[in-house]
C-alpha cells in the first residue's frame, strides 16, 4: 500500500467541519454518537424536515391542513397507540409551531427507526447523501436482507473509493491521477459520515453541502459518464465515450472503484439526493436518476482502466525538493535520491536517478539544510513517483526557520545518510 500522497502547495481545499478520528483516512463509521444533542427547532425548516422525512420513507397520513402533517415511520401501520408519530408544522407563523418542531425532534431522537437517525444528521449538518447497494446471494438459508462480513467490508471500501475518485476529480480532470492530489482529496472527505443500513447490503453517505457538494456534483456528471461510456463501448465495441468523460470526472480511480463495487455481486448502484436546505446544484436535474451496473460491465470498465493507466502522459516539472534519502552501491558515481516535495508537483516525494556530480549536490545540500531544485519529466508509471532525464540540480535558499526544520529531518534519518556515506 502506498503512503497518502499529496499536491501543489499553492492549491487550497477548505478544511472538513468535523474532526476525523479513522486511522484510514475515509469516511468515518456512522453511530449515533457524533450527532450530540438534538438540532435547535429554532434553526430548523419544516418543510425541510417535511423532504427529509418524504425522503427517507415516512409515511405522511394526514394532519390539519394548511397548519400541520402526521408523519409514521416507514413500514406497515402500527398499532393504535403504538409506534412514533410526528406532527410537523407547515410553517413557523403559528404561535406553537416551534414547540411542535421540538417534540418531533424528541421523538425521531427516541425512534428506534434507522431511518429517524439519518433524518436528524441531514438536519445537524446539510448535506447531500450518496447511497450505494449491491445485490448479493442470501449467505445463509432463511438470513433474509443479511450480508457476508466480506461483503459489507467490500461495499464500504468501494464506496470509499468511489468518494475518493470524486474528491480526485475536483483537484483535476485526468485519465489517470496516480499518487497526485491523493492527501488533499482524503482530506475533502474528512467530514462525511457514513452511515450502513442493517443487512450490510446498503451505505449512505452524508457529504456536508459545505465544503462536500463538489464532490457530489463531480460524482453525479462521472457515473453517468461512465454508464454512457460503458453502453457505448458494449454496443460498439470503442472506448471513445471513455476519452471524452475524462472532462467529467472519469478516471482509472473511478473505473477500478465500480469494478469494487460490483465484484462477486449480482449487480450495484449508486443513487444521489441533494440536501434540501440548499437547493439543487446548477446543472443537475432535482432528482438524479440512480446509476446501476452489473457484472456484464465489467470488461469494458477493466479495459477502460488499462487504457487510462497506459495513455497518461509523463508531465515536465520543476521541483524543490528536501532531500530525504541518499543511496549509491559504491562510494563515487551515480545514486539514488528521494526528495520531499516543497513546490513544483502535485506530490509528496519522488525518486530520481543522479549522476556523480548531482548526487554529490544532493548530499552537500542536505548536510547544511538546504532543499534543491531539479528539472525532469515525472513519470505516469508507478503513480508519478519517479522524476527522470533530471538535469539543473542546484541548492536553493530558504529562511531560518524552514532550514531549521530539516537540520531536524536530517537530525531523525541519519541513518539514511549513513548508509549513503558508506556506499551501502
Given amino acids: 500500500m502506498h503512503r497518502p500522497m499529496d499536491e501543489s502547495v499553492n492549491e487550497v481545499i477548505p478544511s472538513a467541519t468535523r474532526p476525523h478520528p479513522s486511522e484510514y483516512g475515509g469516511p468515518r463509521p456512522f453511530a449515533p454518537e457524533p450527532l450530540g444533542s438534538i438540532p435547535d427547532p429554532a434553526r430548523i425548516d419544516p418543510e425541510v424536515l417535511g423532504a427529509l422525512l418524504d425522503r427517507h420513507g415516512w409515511h405522511r397520513r394526514g394532519g390539519a391542513a394548511g397548519r400541520y402533517s402526521r ?27 416551534q414547540d411542535l418542531l421540538g417534540e418531533a425532534l424528541t421523538a425521531l431522537a427516541r425512534s ?39 461483503g459489507a467490508e467490500q461495499l464500504h471500501t468501494a464506496a470509499r473509493q468511489i468518494l475518493l475518485a470524486g474528491a480526485l476529480a475536483v483537484r483535476g480532470r485526468t485519465g489517470y491521477h496516480g499518487s497526485r492530489h491523493r492527501r488533499r482529496a482524503l482530506a475533502a472527505l474528512e467530514g462525511i459520515l457514513v452511515g450502513p443500513a442493517p443487512g450490510g447490503r446498503d451505505l449512505t453517505a452524508f ?6 457538494r463538489a ?46 463495487l460490483v465484484g462477486g455481486s449480482e449487480g450495484a448502484g449508486i443513487a444521489l439526493e441533494w440536501a434540501p436546505a440548499a437547493g439543487i446544484p446548477e446543472g443537475c436535474p432535482a432528482r438524479p436518476e440512480p446509476v446501476e451496473f452489473s457484472p456484464g460491465d465489467l470488461p469494458a470498465l477493466r479495459r477502460a482502466g488499462a487504457r487510462y493507466l497506459k495513455y497518461e502522459p509523463a508531465a515536465t516539472v520543476r521541483i524543490t525538493g528536501a532531500v530525504v534519502r541518499l543511496r549509491r552501491s ?18 509528496p516525494h519522488v525518486r530520481l536517478e543522479l549522476d556523480e556530480e548531482a548526487y554529490r549536490i544532493a548530499g552537500h545540500a542536505h548536510l547544511v539544510g538546504l532543499p534543491i531544485r531539479v528539472e525532469g519529466r515525472l513519470e505516469s508509471r508507478g503513480g508519478f513517483r519517479r522524476l527522470t532525464r533530471t538535469s539543473q540540480v542546484v541548492p536553493v535558499q530558504v529562511d531560518e526557520a524552514e532550514r531549521d526544520r530539516l537540520m531536524k529531518s536530517l537530525q531523525e534519518n541519519v541513518d539514511s545518510f549513513e548508509e549513503a556515506c558508506t556506499g551501502e
Fill in 71 to 97: 408523519w409514521t415511520p416507514p413500514g406497515p401501520p402500527a398499532p393504535p397507540g403504538g409506534g412514533t408519530s410526528l406532527l410537523v408544522p407547515d410553517t413557523t407563523a403559528f404561535p406553537d409551531s
Fill in 112 to 150: 428506534a427507526a434507522p431511518s429517524a437517525r439519518e433524518v436528524l444528521v441531514s438536519l445537524a449538518v446539510p448535506s447531500d447523501e450518496i447511497r450505494w447497494w449491491r445485490e448479493v446471494p442470501e449467505p445463509v438459508a432463511g438470513a433474509a436482507g443479511a450480508a457476508s462480513w466480506t
Fill in 207 to 212: 457529504v456536508p453541502v459545505e465544503p462536500g
Fill in 215 to 260: 464532490v457530489a456534483v463531480r460524482l453525479y456528471h462521472a457515473l453517468h459518464a461512465t454508464r454512457e461510456a460503458v453502453d457505448y463501448q458494449r454496443a460498439t465495441g470503442g472506448f471513445e465515450a471513455f476519452d471524452t468523460a475524462v472532462e467529467a470526472g472519469v478516471s482509472r480511480e473511478l473505473t477500478e472503484a465500480v469494478i469494487a
Fill in 330 to 347: 559504491g562510494p563515487r558515481g551515480a545514486g539514488i535520491v528521494r526528495l520531499r516535495v516543497l513546490a513544483g508537483a502535485e506530490v
